[in-house]
C-alpha cells in the first residue's frame, strides 16, 4: 500500500503545479531552465508513475471490498469509456470542435474515465485510485478554465473533417482497448 500510496502522492503532485504552486513552477522554470525543469519533472512523474502501477498491482487483488457494484455498472462503465476515448483523442487532433468547445478534453477523459472506474469497482484499493483521479481532473480542470478566461485563450475553431477524425478515433481506440487490450494488460475484460 505504501508503494502504491507514495506513487499516487508523486504522479498527481507533479501534475498539480499548475494548480496548487504556480510560483514556485515559475521560479523554477526561469532558475533552472525548460529543459531541466521538463526533465525534473518527467522523471518525478515516470517514477511516480511506476509506483503507482506496481504499487496497484500488488494491492488490487487482496484489497477489501467496500461494496460490490451491480453489473449495471459495468455496462455503465463501458459506455462511458467510449466518451472518455473520444475526449482523449480530442485532447491530441488539433483544431476539432470537441477541443474548440472544452478547452481541455484530455482532462475530462481522465474525469470520465475515473468516474467510470469508480463506478465499477468497490474496492478500497479502487476507491482511492478511480477517488483520487477524480478529484484530481476536477480541480485541474476548473483550475485549467479559470487560467484560461484570465489569460483570454481562445482555441482554434473546429473543422467538421477533423471532428470526424476524432469521434472514429476515438471509437476505434475504445474498442480495441474495451475488447483486447484491457483484457491483456489489466487482466481483466471489461466486454467480451
Known amino acids: 500500500m505504501e508503494l502504491f500510496i507514495t506513487g499516487l502522492v508523486l504522479f498527481l503532485g507533479c501534475h498539480s503545479m499548475r494548480v496548487f504552486a504556480e510560483d514556485w513552477r515559475n521560479r523554477k522554470l526561469e532558475q533552472w531552465g525548460e529543459k531541466i525543469f521538463k526533465g525534473i519533472y518527467s522523471i518525478a512523474s515516470l517514477v511516480g508513475f511506476v509506483l503507482?502501477?506496481?504499487?496497484?498491482?500488488?494491492i488490487r487483488w487482496d484489497s477489501p471490498q467496500l461494496w460490490s457494484p451491480p453489473v449495471a455498472m459495468r455496462h455503465i462503465a463501458a459506455l462511458l469509456m467510449l466518451f472518455a476515448m473520444v475526449l482523449l483523442v480530442a485532447g491530441q487532433v488539433p483544431h476539432n470542435a470537441i477541443k474548440a468547445k472544452l478547452g481541455h478534453p484530455m482532462i475530462l477523459a481522465v474525469?470520465?474515465?475515473?468516474?467510470?472506474h469508480l463506478l465499477a469497482?468497490?474496492?478500497?484499493?479502487?476507491?482511492?485510485?478511480?477517488?483520487?483521479f477524480?478529484?484530481?481532473s476536477v480541480i485541474l480542470f476548473?483550475?485549467?478554465?479559470?487560467?484560461?478566461?484570465?489569460?483570454?485563450?481562445?482555441?482554434?475553431?473546429?473543422t467538421a473533417a477533423r471532428t470526424a477524425i476524432v469521434l472514429v478515433a476515438g471509437t476505434l481506440a475504445w474498442a480495441v482497448f474495451a475488447f483486447w487490450l484491457h483484457g491483456l494488460l489489466i487482466g481483466i475484460r471489461p466486454i467480451g
Open 52 to 58: 503507482l502501477v506496481y504499487g496497484f498491482s500488488k
Open 111 to 116: 474525469k470520465v474515465w475515473a468516474l467510470a
Open 121 to 132: 469497482n468497490g474496492t478500497l484499493a479502487g476507491v482511492l485510485l478511480f477517488g483520487s
Open 134 to 136: 477524480l478529484i484530481w
Open 142 to 158: 476548473a483550475s485549467s478554465r479559470r487560467r484560461d478566461r484570465r489569460l483570454a485563450v481562445v482555441y482554434a475553431p473546429g
